[in-house]
């Protein structure tokens, strides 16, 4: 795997963070990082070893909200068989073995790169509908309190 890419449901207007860590919390090193629409794309020097890999995120989406998450997922290269005339193995052949993978925050799967072997599904931190649903429970509880309040002043007038 050279690069991952992450495909959202709207257009990204900046990345704040994307790091690639491995199973042991190593920080792998990101060559250069892109956006474009909706995708936002890293690409490494040299292709990932056999193991598990946490992506974490930080983006501003079109709205100018920023969203945030990780996935996980993990690299499995298989050896190709050995020659028959005894000569040394060719390179290791790397499969695919991926679900499509949430992004969270964002409604679409992200998109793996066709030499991405990759299995397990994000684990969700934060989305963007959690964001807009909490003010909104906090003017619906508002509206309850004061509504409780005049009621029980209107029946003590009476």
Avoid: C
Avoid at 52 to 80: K, M, Q
């Amino acid at each position: 795997m050279e690069s991952i890419v992450l495909t959202f449901d709207s257009q990204v207007q900046d990345v704040i963070k994307l790091e690639l860590m491995t199973e042991a919390n190593h920080t792998i090193h990101i060559d250069e990082l892109q956006h474009e629409g909706r995708e936002v794309t890293a690409f490494l020097s040299s292709p990932l070893d056999n193991g598990r890999y946490t992506v974490n995120w930080e983006i501003v989406s079109e709205d100018g909200h920023i969203t945030n998450g990780s996935f996980n997922f993990s690299v499995e290269a298989e050896l190709a068989g050995a020659p028959e005339d005894g000569t040394a193995l060719d390179e290791p052949d790397t499969t695919e073995t991926n679900e499509a993978i949430e992004a969270p925050g964002a409604d679409e799967p992200v998109a793996p790169d066709e030499e991405a072997p990759q299995e397990n599904q994000a684990l969700p931190t934060e989305t963007a509908e959690e964001d807009t649903l909490l003010p909104w429970l906090g003017l619906i509880l508002v509206v309850i309190v004061i509504a409780g309040l005049a009621y029980v002043l209107w029946r003590k007038r009476s």
